[in-house]
């Protein structure tokens, strides 16, 4: 889908302010989904602002952290700051601790491709203890089943939540937020607004700046071992945007990998393999290992893996994304050179059970094709 971009007469944040401003003129409940990291900060501090201004009401609103077990310290102790700020001026604050699901994108090798936050039968190698406050059980929650995208939405049902997505994060962001303004809808199914959802990454790290917003030291300690900006990324340490980190940050926290190895055996891998085929890597490290090597060809790689469904994905998950990704394998066959070949066989074995990476592929390739047919007829 082709999405134009329009200039608009206001900037960002005051755009922002309107749809939150919006959203409590409602009346209803608002619930605020909060995790600590810049762009949750940047929601929270215009939030924040608007409250303080006597703008929005703060006895509607309930944040809401699930707290995902396997985080960075100074990640906890930044939530635990907001906490107090948010039930200080009246706001209520709701902190998780589930047994939910999460991708662990070490457990790739043992076809598990879930991770139970929390894990009672694992009490004893939890990466963290949750604090006392934390709500480790709900009514509505299917515990050990659900997903947090699952558990969220049932106890918000009778409100609005704003989260602080945005589509320069991902092209899949953009799509979907594109279609549903081109409806003419500013609200998801689930009842999700999106008051950032145009914010650019220069919009994020400037309003935390003008703000004099406090950030958790893993974005700097992040930027200090070289991470791009546009690479900041922080989630739950089995997450592939977190992985990538784990080795680097043991310098900053040296006890940190004891204790995830500990929890998660597998996560070893990122320290022997990270720079590697099996995640999908592309460093200057990953080509200095392989240089001499001939050129693999990938294009008989994906034919050898497509060949034993049953015996390369044993999961039903997997066969699903495996078949989702031969089929487009299959339609672009006649277009893709190695390299395009090679990006589909790396989302496939490092693992894409939200289809995110096949989204993206699907998106580039195609998208090369169109450029090329179009400067071919001269268009």
Same mark, same amino acid.
């Given at each position: 889908?082709?999405i134009?971009?329009c200039?608009a007469?206001?900037d960002?944040? *005051?755009?922002?302010?309107?749809?939150?401003r919006?959203?409590?003129?409602?009346?209803?409940?608002?619930?605020? !989904?909060?995790?600590?990291?810049?762009?949750?900060?940047c929601l929270?501090?215009?939030?924040? /602002?608007?409250i303080q201004a006597g703008?929005?009401?703060p006895?509607q609103l309930t944040v809401?952290?699930?707290?995902?077990?396997a985080?960075?310290?100074?990640m906890?102790?930044?939530?635990?700051e907001?906490r $107090?700020k948010f039930i200080?001026?009246g706001?209520?604050f709701?902190?998780f601790?589930l047994?939910?699901?999460?991708?662990?994108?070490?457990n790739?090798l043992?076809?598990?491709e879930?991770?139970?936050?929390?894990?009672?039968?694992k009490?004893?190698v939890?990466?963290r203890q949750?604090?006392?406050?934390?709500?480790? /059980?709900h009514v509505?929650l299917k515990?050990?089943i659900d997903a947090? #995208?699952d558990?969220?939405?049932?106890?918000?049902s009778d409100g609005?939540?704003?989260?602080?997505?945005?589509?320069?994060?991902?092209? #899949?962001r953009?799509?979907?937020v594109?279609?549903?303004?081109?409806t003419?809808? /500013?609200?998801?199914?689930?009842?999700q607004?999106?008051p950032?959802?145009d914010?650019?990454n220069?919009?994020?790290?400037?309003?935390?700046?003008?703000?004099?917003v406090?950030?958790?030291?893993?974005?700097?300690?992040?930027w #200090?071992?070289?991470?791009?900006?546009?690479q900041?990324?922080?989630?739950?340490?089995f !997450?592939?945007d977190?992985a990538?980190s784990?080795?680097k @940050?043991?310098e900053?926290?040296?006890?940190? @990998?004891?204790?995830?190895?500990?929890?998660?055996?597998n996560a070893y891998?990122?320290?022997?393999?990270?720079?590697? *085929? @099996?995640?999908g890597?592309?460093?200057?490290?990953?080509?200095?290992? *392989?240089?001499?090597?001939g050129e693999?060809d990938?294009k008989?790689?994906?034919?050898e893996?497509?060949?034993?469904?049953?015996g390369?994905? #044993?999961t039903k998950?997997k066969?699903?994304v495996? *078949?989702?990704?031969r089929?487009?394998?299959?339609?672009v !066959?006649?277009? +893709?050179? /190695?390299?395009?070949?090679?990006s589909?066989?790396?989302?496939?074995?490092?693992?894409?059970? $939200?289809l995110r990476?096949?989204r993206a592929?699907?998106?580039r390739?195609?998208?090369?094709?169109?450029?090329? +047919?179009? $400067? $071919?007829?001269?268009?």
């Open positions: 889908m082709a134009k971009r200039p007469s206001i960002v944040v *005051e755009a922002a302010k309107i749809r939150v919006n959203v409590f003129r409602n009346g209803l409940p608002v619930y605020m !989904s909060f995790s600590g990291g810049k762009d949750s900060l929270s501090q215009l939030v924040m /602002n608007l703008e929005i009401n006895a809401q952290f699930i707290d995902e077990e985080i960075f310290p100074c906890d102790e930044k939530v635990k907001w $107090k200080l001026v706001a209520k709701e902190w601790c047994e939910v699901k999460h991708y662990n994108c070490f790739e043992s076809n598990d879930t991770f139970i936050c929390w894990d009672r039968y009490k004893d939890w990466v949750p604090p006392s406050f934390a709500i480790q /059980n509505l515990s050990r947090y #995208q558990f969220l939405p049932r106890i918000c609005v939540t704003i989260t602080g997505i945005r589509t320069a994060e991902s092209v #899949q953009l799509q979907n594109a279609t549903m303004l081109k003419g809808k /500013n609200i998801t199914t689930k009842h607004v999106f950032l959802y914010w650019t220069n919009d994020v790290w400037l309003y935390l700046l003008k703000e004099k406090d950030i958790p030291e893993i974005y700097l300690f992040l #200090q071992s070289g991470t791009r900006k546009g900041l990324r922080v989630s739950q340490f !997450s592939i977190t990538k784990l080795v @940050m043991n900053y926290y040296p006890d940190l @990998m004891e204790r995830i190895v500990r929890r998660e055996p891998l990122a320290a022997l393999y990270w720079d590697s *085929e @099996m995640f890597r592309n460093t200057a490290l990953r080509k200095q290992n *392989e240089k001499g090597k693999k990938y008989a790689a994906l034919l893996l497509f060949s034993d469904m049953d390369n994905f #044993q998950r066969r699903y495996a *078949e989702r990704y089929n487009f394998f299959i339609s !066959s006649a277009i +893709a050179d /190695n390299k395009d070949c090679k589909i066989y790396e989302g496939l074995i490092s693992g894409d059970p $939200k990476s096949f592929l699907y998106q390739i195609y998208g090369k094709y169109v450029t090329k +047919a179009k $400067k $071919k007829e001269g268009i």
